[in-house]
């Protein structure tokens, strides 16, 4: 059992003390807690449950009344019971004010332990009793809270149950609903189908569709409308109005548009449940009857909307499923307007054949296979002259000339059983048989066909008659036209007796004759046939032939009467000719007559049939055509010839004359000229020749320009006073001597043979020279020329020699150039370095950030999992060379950076061991063996140390490095310090590796260089560069075993090496 | 306010903030970038958690400027600073007045982001222990003053019963006011009150 806790609040801590020595002794069941403050004791009494408290009600501040209070006023300390202790000579007032303030019990001082004690054993009690009561109270609660929990449970449950059967309920109904619906579309679907079966016409067919559809969707009226051929009205083929009465005249066209326009473009079924708002509902004509909803079907016919199927005012609006069920009926409708667009057309079709059989102006007859007519139009009779009911049954053979039929008959049968006939596909010219017997030609044309069982034929036939006497009448005139343009033709392009030749062709061509005659009559009045084919001329055996016929040779001749009688005239009969001349078989003869005279001959013979009335039409036609060309013609031949003769002859006369006079003047002229010209010579080449040599004299001798002029074997013919001086000699020393053996050069004497030979002169500028003979003399430079001097005949007969003495200029410039270059290197290496700097600096923050980014993109395609591995590798080369591009820019700063220079005595043995102490990390996994040897007595030298050791590691590095692949036996590293000179180091590397680069050593040295893949090719430059800077050189050779030895020299200790 | 760390960048170069805002996004952490130091002051909430990456030179306000700001305003937040172009000496005095670490650019990404995440684990660490402190603190409020005073007792090394006879108090008494103070600071005993650094009044004045 635990103890009972009593909360004491009282300022004093005698009467505290006092309190819980009697609780100790009297009440050891409780414990004491102890507040000396009103505010401590309600902070305690909040703090944790007490069974009871004993307030003084004397305490400082908030006096115990108000604690009390207090304490009954919060939730928590409201059922505290609070013994008051109230002070010496309390008033009955102050009990009642304490029992108003919630106090349970009073005691006053000087306190009765043994009342105190009793009340606060009462106090207790009581509090106990309603710990048990509160607690009783608390199973009820519980008890009650879980049978409400189960009470629900059961609840929710029952509500579940009753959800769910309500739910298969539905779905039951639903089923139901959708069979129904399934068996009324079944049977407005047959309904549809029958009608576009059963119905002859359109507009029976669209009733009992439109009405199928209407009853099974529920609609109250609707129509079925057919555009028309330009789509933009349609005609209502069946309207119902239901029961409402409707104003709008039925049969007037309707424009299409509105939402009926959208069921024709689109090709789909539209509809608008809400028709008055809609945006169509303007559209309506007035005096419509009322729509509250409306839906429109296409009739669709080959790709095109062709028509409406309209359903309205179906109570609660369209579906989908209605649209659906509509389309289908659309369709049967479309299905009915074809058939019976086809019905139509199909008696359309064959009223039209009619017609054309009747009207055809040429025969039309059908056949069958036995060869018989079954059918004959009007024309046909009107060409044969039978009646149709003559023809009908007879055989085709009948309307043939008796020579045809067997040919017919035999083809007939072929066909029967080859099928294949050469009548088919063409027009065949053939002669028919009239009913008077009289025949003419026709064309023909045939076609075959075949129904089930039997083929017949179809034969459309032409009288050609008239039409092929018009044909022979054009051929006729064309052939003339054709003759006479070819005559013309001659004409024009052909000259002189050349045209008589081609016009007979072309006549005897167009009469098909083969000797012929065209002639002309000339002034004296014969007969000229300049024309007379080859053949006649040859084949004649006449002794005397001739194309000249003077008018008594006429004689009787047939062409010789045709000229005196002016007429054309033939003969069919051979004729009569005197020995050896050609047989004449046949002949035509036609004067050309122009103006009423005969002015020549048209003559054709031996064609090889008649001639007949044609033949002599077109030749009379061609002679009248071509007499006036001909005596054109004629004429401008007689005219042209004189005029030619008389020009010839004045030319002639002109001619003499002219050239006789043109010889004498050109004699005398040239004469005179002649001595004028010699006069002025001789004067012009004395006057020149004085002032030349006055010129020559003074400039030779007093130009600064050595000048020398030597003959073809180079002996000095004459020199001038600068020349001689030169020398310090005087001018006569020189002729006769040879240049070369005074100066003897065999470049120069090669250059002055050169130019003697080819005579063109050379020139040089700041050539050196030295004298053979008086080295003493060093080298001096010139600019010099050599011209050859030529004869009058263009010969080389002298050389002139002109130098001048440019020494002093080309040392000087020599000088300054190389200054400008020493400058310009010093300039460019302290530019390189302030660029260096900057650049470095620059470039850092891009590349930075070119670093970063390529290694967050790796990071985010990692971590994405499915990265193209050749992607990641890209990304990473870009990774190594930014790094890379960064060692760069560092190394090159250092590079560049002028780091101070220690100067300090240094003992190469030490510099090198340290040095190798440091690369011994990486010479051992190497398996690389060190050897050092050093002379005796070497001197120190004077340098910066922590440069010369990064000379050394560098070197020592590179040796390791090229001795990767080398045999691990065979690596070593051999370091030699000798002294080659004086005061000179030297300090060799060498290596068993791969040996130098082929091609020029020096490359290694230069910065950027590199054979290794990852190297940098700084290291060498910059060692190069330190021992420069020390005053000594670095260099490397092959070493005579394989591998590569780097040697460098310094100069001794002494103030050598340059200042930095 | 949300209590994802954040990396703050400041650096001048906006190829380079560019870069490291895809590199530290890339490690999936939060990062946002400013132009200049005084952007960053001028946004830069002192409750956010996280870590600042920092060029040393920058025109206008340095990356050294800044740090003195922040140590002038106490602003704690961990500084890396990225040094360009041969600061060395500049950055090893950043470090002595408390930034983490340096690093020169380039750098190699795995580099800076461990220095990151460092950084970030200090600024937590820092936090909590700030936390923890104000906690603390708050939590001492709520003592009334007889507790604090039977606490300032306890802790000087007086047992209940001394307490109870010094204060005036029944023993029990002390036993409940002990029994509060453990409970309204959530600590199992002295030693922990110690530990949080509690010094009491007498000593305080000491």
Known sequence: MSKSTLLAIDDSPDNLFLLEELIETYLPECELVTARSAQEGLALASSRPFDGAIIDVQLPGMDGLEVCRRLKAQPQTERLPVILITAKGSTPRLRAEGLVAGADHFISRPMDNEELVAKIRVMLRLKQVEKGLSSARAELEAHVQARTAELEAANRKLNEEIAERRRT????????????????????LLAGVRAVMEERTFEAAARAIFTACKELLGATAGYVSVASADGKTSEIAFMDSGTDACNVDPNAPMPIRGLRARAFETGRVVYENDFPHSQWADLLPPGHSPLENVLFAPLIVDGRVVGLLGVSNKP????????????????????????????????????????????????ILYIDQTGSIVFCNRASSRIFGYACEEMVGRPLTLLMPERYREAHHAGFKRFLETRRSRLFDQTIELVGLRKDGSEFPM??????????????????????????????????????????????DAFLTSGGDEVFDRVLRIVLDALDSRHGVFGYIDEAGNLVAPSMTEEVFAECRMERKTAVFPPDTWGDSIWGRAISEKRVLYSNQPFKVPPGHIAMDREISSPIIYQDRVIGLLNVANKPSDYDENDVALLRAICHHIAPILHARLHRDRNERQRQQAEEALRRAHQELEDRVRERTAELTAANDQLQVQVAERQRAEEALRETNALLERVFETTQVSLAYIDTNFRFLRVNRAYAEHDQRSPDFFPGKNHFDLYPNTENEAIFRRVVQTGEPVEFYGKPFTYASNPERGVSYWDWSLLPVKNAAGQVEGLLLCLVDVTQREVAERRARQHQAELAHVSRLSTMNEMGS????????????????????????????????????????????????????????????????????????????????????????????????????????????????????????????????????????????????????EVAIRDTGRGLPEGDRERIFEPFFSTKAEGMGIGLAISRSIIEFHGGWLWATPAPDGGAVFRFVLPAGRSTGTES | MSQEPTVFVVDDDEAVRKALKLLVESAGMRVETFASADAFLAQYDPNRPGCLVLDIRMPGMSGLTLQDQLIARRINIPLIMITGHGDVAMAVGAVKKGAIDFIQKPFDDQTLLDRIQQALRIDAQRREEQARRSEFESRLARLTPREREVLDLLISGKGNKEVALELGLSRKTVDIHRAHVMMKLGVDSLLEIARAGYMSDSSKTS
């Open chain 1, 316 to 363: 609660g609006g369209f579906t989908d499923d209605d649209a659906r069920m509509a389309a289908a009926f659309g369709e049967f409708a479309s299905i009915a307007l074809c058939n019976s667009r086809t019905l139509h057309s199909l008696e359309t079709s064959e009223k039209r054949f009619r017609s054309v059989v009747e009207t055809a102006s040429d025969a």
């Open chain 1, 169 to 188: 309920e539905a779905a039951l109904q639903q089923a139901l609903e959708h069979a129904r619906r399934r068996a009324a579309e079944t049977a407005a």
């Open chain 1, 443 to 488: 064309e023909l044309s045939v076609a075959t066909w075949e129904t089930d069982a039997t083929c017949y034929f179809t034969g459309i036939i032409r009288d050609v008659s008239s039409r092929k006497q018009a044909e022979h009448r054009l051929h006729r005139s064309e052939r003339e036209l054709a003759v006479r343009n070819q005559i013309a």
């Open chain 1, 838 to 985: 900057a650049i470095a600096h620059e470039l850092n923050q891009p590349l930075c950030a070119i670093l970063t980014s390529a290694q967050a993109s790796l990071r985010l395609l990692k971590s994405a999992g499915n990265a193209d591995p050749l992607v990641l590798e890209a990304i990473e080369q870009v990774v190594a060379q930014s790094k890379r591009a960064g060692d760069i820019i560092r190394h090159l700063r250092e590079f560049s950076r002028r780091r101070p220079f220690h100067r300090s005595t240094i003992h190469m043995e030490e510099v090198i061991r340290e040095a190798a102490g440091f690369v011994a990390a990486e010479a051992r996994p190497h398996n690389v063996a060190i050897h050092l040897k050093v002379a005796d007595n070497l001197p120190p030298v004077l340098g910066d140390t922590i440069q010369l050791e990064q000379v050394l590691v560098n070197l020592m590095r590179n040796g390791i490095e090229a001795m990767e692949n080398t045999e691990e036996s065979r690596r070593r590293l051999d370091i030699e310090v000798s002294m080659p000179e004086p005061d000179k180091v």
